[in-house]
């Protein structure tokens, strides 16, 4: 009786693309720093005029509070953003979550709010060191929601889960194998690590995601992590998408990283 011997076969790498004309700058997590984004809008803006007219768009992928010490002047620099130019977006991530159960008063989340990094998110809306430290749950829960200011909770409850244009999917933190995008759970977009992180098959489209920090870019087959810690690196990245070319910016270097 003869035998057959399979290989399995690496997935074929989604060949992405933009459609004609359009220009995507994805910006990773900033983590409360106010100073790296205006920094990385700068750098965007001089390479976007270098590389002539299009529909340039921003796409912010989520986790612009926390742990650096300006998260509210980041929400209003986004937010505005939104405002001044239509064709920017912002993607909800799992810290905006947390922020948002905190002002709602979820005790669960004023506490998971201060062990990630929310400690400085409550300084930057203005509350006081002491303050913070002398109150108890309840107490705190409604400094945050005195100190938040409307527009603010308003523009977080706002946020996207995920974003598609052309061959991308652009979520916060990933997604889970073979479900369908449109039945992705929420949890999942804004919290996954595994089993998205080692899966090596196709999704369908190439995901541009957070969340996860890494040292340097990750460029996989099937996905694009640009979490490169920002809040403690220094170090914000922006993903540069148009066509089938590829490119990445960051407040650590002094040009563009182009990807073949």
Known sequence: ????????????????????????YAIGDIHGRL??????????????????RARTGLI?????????????????????????????????GNHEEI?????????????????????ETLLSYGLGADEIEQANIAELAEMIERAVPAEHVVFL???????????????HAGIRPGVAVEQQSPRDLRWIRQPFLDFAGNHGKLVVHGHTITDDVVQRDNRIGIDTGAYRTGRLTALGLEGRDR????????RPEAVD
């Open 99 to 119: 922020f948002l159960g905190a002002h709602e008063g979820n005790g669960e989340l004023v506490r998971l709010l201060l062990r990630a990094g929310g400690f």
């Open 60 to 92: 912010f992928l989520g986790d612009l509070v926390d742990r650096g010490p300006d998260s509210a002047g980041v929400v209003e620099r986004v937010r505005r953003l939104c405002v001044e130019r239509p064709d920017t977006r912002c993607l909800s």
């Open 35 to 52: 100073d790296l984004l205006e920094q990385l809008l700068a750098l965007i803006e001089q390479d976007d005029a270098a590389r002539g």
């Open 157 to 171: 409850r706002s946020l996207d889960d995920y974003l598609l244009e052309g061959d991308y999917l652009f979520v």
């Open 247 to 254: 490119w990445f910016l960051d407040t650590a270097a002094d």
């Open 1 to 24: 009786m003869l035998s057959r011997l399979f290989t399995r076969r690496r997935p074929e790498p989604i060949q992405a693309e933009l459609p004609e004309g359009r220009r995507i």
